[in-house]
């Protein structure tokens, strides 16, 4: 009889690898110490979780699959727009104002006809639906879930939870059920809150931040059970447990549209003649035909400010796996960040963007969404054929390849992807 071939990928939002520690994470740090670990992950740009969502599910970066950010702009009817990829509602406006969602298949598509995708996810709900925009497979989260055809779950399929532990601990109990059920899918993945949940509101490296990473620790546990006893009964399991970026301590927010205004380079605080998408410690600036006259200004005057540390534009956005014909993405702004510790004693501080549509206070808090060094740490640990147990791998690693990864582990084909299968890295560094 065939080996029945089934990955599992756990999500631990925000957790960066340097807050892995036997104390607050005694499951992680015996799975990295005893599986294969990645001492080079790194995350894509912005360092957002619903980029990363995308990225997650495609295997390519923002440039190819569009998604450009927790904010982004469209360029619309009406003109220049900035939206909340986050909002429950913006699926249904990509494809309305795009005529599509991601501009490249997902891993729920490639694996429709070969037992299936399953998503769980506690965190937005955009997040939680651009890993699987066209509904191949389930997606269940709090702000509806569905089933192939994106048929509504109204029932007790449903997911009622709320952001952070509790929510996390819910989810995770009906996941592991999902694992162990006989139509179980044959990709799962399990997107926690937590510590990304606490650490926007606390300091970084806080008792309440380390609690918050006890408790996805906890949950990590859980699935490790399940696992177990999936591979007793004889199935072939890859496991894979990463973050999608890490965070840094915010010292100041700067209101870049207003820093234009000021310079006489952008109409109004709300004109689309210069459209601002913040997103954390960076942000995407799109501009109107009518206003690109203003680019080498607006260049010039951004990288000149104490809190900017680089501005991209036209085929230097390439560098950041963006592209240059994208109309909501002319330039792309990374604000200053360095190794600063905070209070606690934990390195990297930032400035980030303010936003209208989010007012409240950061500052001390964590967030992320640059280039930041700590921000750009995420982790991974993978178990399974193909990665020797008690190795590390320091080849570079990011997000567009755990696609092309679960794929090869499954004998499918990754073709057409930007990331390729970490099974190749890890040979290669042997």
Same mark, same amino acid.
């Given at each position: 009889?065939?080996?029945?071939?089934?990955?599992?990928?756990?999500?631990?939002?925000?957790?960066?690898?340097?807050?892995?520690?036997?104390?607050?994470?005694?499951?992680?740090?015996?799975?990295?110490?005893?599986?294969?670990?990645?001492?080079?992950?790194?995350?894509?740009?912005?360092?957002?979780?619903?980029?990363?969502?995308?990225?997650?599910?495609?295997?390519?970066?923002?440039?190819?699959?569009?998604?450009?950010?927790?904010?982004?702009?469209?360029?619309?009817?009406?003109?220049?727009?900035?939206?909340?990829?986050?909002?429950?509602?913006?699926?249904?406006?990509?494809?309305?104002?795009?005529?599509?969602?991601?501009?490249?298949?997902?891993?729920?598509?490639?694996?429709?006809?070969?037992?299936?995708?399953?998503?769980?996810?506690?965190?937005?709900?955009?997040?939680?639906?651009?890993?699987?925009?066209?509904?191949?497979?389930?997606?269940?989260?709090?702000?509806?879930?569905?089933?192939?055809?994106?048929?509504?779950?109204?029932?007790?399929?449903?997911?009622?939870?709320?952001?952070?532990?509790?929510?996390?601990?819910?989810?995770?109990?009906?996941?592991?059920?999902?694992?162990?059920?006989?139509?179980?899918?044959?990709?799962?993945?399990?997107?926690?809150?937590?510590?990304?949940?606490?650490?926007?509101?606390?300091?970084?490296?806080?008792?309440?931040?380390?609690?918050? %990473?006890?408790?996805?620790?906890?949950?990590?546990?859980?699935?490790?059970?399940?696992?177990?006893?999936?591979?007793?009964?004889?199935?072939?399991?890859?496991?894979?447990?990463?973050?999608?970026?890490?965070?840094?301590?915010?010292?100041?927010?700067?209101?870049?549209?207003?820093?234009?205004?000021?310079?006489?380079?952008?109409?109004?605080?709300?004109?689309?003649?210069?459209? %601002?998408?913040?997103?954390?410690?960076?942000?995407?600036?799109?501009?109107?035909?009518?206003?690109?006259?203003?680019?080498?200004?607006?260049?010039?005057?951004?990288?000149?400010?104490?809190?900017?540390?680089?501005?991209?534009?036209?085929?230097?956005?390439?560098?950041?796996?963006?592209?240059?014909?994208?109309?909501?993405?002319?330039?792309?702004?990374?604000?200053?960040?360095?190794?600063?510790?905070?209070?606690?004693?934990?390195?990297?501080?930032?400035?980030?963007?303010?936003?209208?549509?989010?007012?409240?206070?950061?500052?001390?808090?964590?967030?992320?969404?640059?280039?930041?060094?700590?921000?750009?740490?995420?982790?991974?640990?993978?178990?399974?054929?193909?990665?020797?147990?008690?190795?590390?791998?320091?080849?570079?690693?990011?997000?567009?390849?755990?696609?092309?990864?679960?794929?090869?582990?499954?004998?499918?084909?990754?073709?057409?992807?930007?990331?390729?299968?970490?099974?190749?890295?890890?040979?290669?560094?042997?």
């Amino acid at each position: 009889m065939k080996n029945i071939r089934r990955c599992i990928l756990i999500m631990c939002d925000s957790l960066r690898r340097d807050l892995i520690l036997p104390d607050s994470s005694p499951t992680l740090t015996a799975l990295a110490r005893n599986a294969c670990w990645f001492a080079n992950a790194r995350a894509v740009f912005p360092s957002t979780t619903r980029v990363s969502s995308a990225s997650i599910a495609t295997g390519c970066h923002p440039g190819r699959h569009g998604l450009l950010g927790n904010k982004m702009i469209l360029d619309e009817v009406r003109g220049l727009r900035c939206h909340n990829v986050g909002e429950p509602a913006f699926r249904d406006h990509l494809q309305h104002s795009t005529g599509r969602t991601l501009r490249v298949p997902t891993l729920a598509q490639r694996v429709a006809e070969h037992g299936g995708a399953c998503i769980m996810s506690n965190v937005s709900p955009g997040a939680a639906y651009f890993n699987d925009p066209d509904g191949f497979g389930e997606v269940f989260h709090s702000a509806g879930s569905y089933g192939p055809g994106r048929v509504p779950y109204l029932d007790e399929r449903s997911l009622p939870i709320k952001s952070g532990y509790a929510g996390d601990r819910q989810m995770t109990a009906r996941f592991c059920q999902k694992l162990l059920a006989t139509d179980a899918p044959t990709i799962a993945t399990l997107w926690l809150s937590e510590p990304d949940h606490s650490g926007h509101g606390h300091p970084l490296g806080s008792p309440a931040h380390f609690a918050a %990473i006890s408790h996805a620790n906890a949950c990590v546990q859980q699935v490790l059970e399940a696992t177990e006893q999936l591979r007793a009964r004889g199935e072939e399991v890859l496991l894979m447990v990463a973050s999608d970026h890490g965070m840094e301590t915010v010292t100041h927010q700067v209101d870049v549209g207003l820093a234009l205004v000021e310079a006489g380079l952008k109409a109004t605080a709300d004109s689309d003649d210069v459209v %601002i998408a913040p997103n954390g410690s960076s942000c995407m600036i799109a501009l109107a035909p009518r206003a690109r006259v203003l680019q080498s200004a607006i260049v010039r005057f951004l990288s000149q400010q104490p809190w900017c540390a680089a501005v991209h534009e036209d085929q230097a956005l390439a560098q950041l796996g963006l592209s240059a014909n994208d109309s909501g993405n002319t330039l792309a702004v990374i604000m200053r960040s360095d190794d600063q510790a905070n209070a606690f004693g934990v390195p990297g501080s930032t400035c980030i963007v303010a936003d209208a549509q989010d007012p409240k206070s950061y500052i001390g808090h964590g967030q992320h969404g640059g280039l930041g060094a700590f921000e750009q740490a995420p982790f991974l640990i993978v178990q399974g054929d193909g990665f020797p147990a008690g190795s590390t791998c320091r080849a570079p690693v990011s997000l567009i390849d755990f696609a092309p990864t679960l794929l090869h582990f499954l004998g499918l084909p990754c073709d057409d992807m930007d990331g390729s299968p970490l099974q190749f890295r890890t040979s290669a560094d042997a």
